[in-house]
């Protein structure tokens, strides 16, 4: 074999096809290939923790989602209980008068029961999960930018919005009496 064939492991056969050329193999040991990675071992050896923790950190993500899902809806299963039974409590002890209404029919009682305490559950135990989650991603993802290069996370963080930062309570004030005085012209809608 030529030094041209071992380089260009394909040649040109006489009917103008190509045909691939066996490259000869020879026995190399794995001690010998071990021995040449010596000076390359702390390299190496960064590499595997490196994995290892990236493993860890995969680990731990793949327990923390179904349980951050359990714990928030544990609570909010035992928010609703709460809510059912206080709201329970005080339509009980209405007068017999405030049942004769048609708002205050049983049928429709029990359905405010049920579809109020489950929007305060959505409000409270899926949006509280949500908002820790995305405040510690914020945090660490400032921390990762401070630390890397410090000027260029000054510039962001002197450029982004800070109200996302900041909860806007105006905002929350005018909002909420709205979105109440909407979802009792729904009810009174259906009744």
Known sequence: MTEQQTLNPIKLVENGAWQLIAAKESDVSIKRLASLKKPEIPTLVLGCLSAIVLDAIG?????SYPARTYFFAVAGCKLIQRL???????????EIGW????????????ARLSTDAASVR?????ALGLLVQNISS???GLEIAFL??????????GISQTSSFVPDTSKA???????SRSRSKAYDRFE
């Open 59 to 63: 680990l731990a993500v793949l327990l």
């Open 84 to 94: 059912r039974m206080l709201c329970f409590e005080r339509v009980v002890h209405m």
């Open 99 to 110: 049942f004769d209404e048609p708002e205050n029919a049983s049928g429709a009682v029990g």
């Open 122 to 126: 959505a409000l409270v135990g899926d």
């Open 138 to 140: 914020g945090v660490t």
């Open 148 to 157: 890397v290069f410090f000027a260029l996370a000054m510039a962001a963080v």
């Open 173 to 179: 004030r005018v909002l909420l009496p709205l979105y």
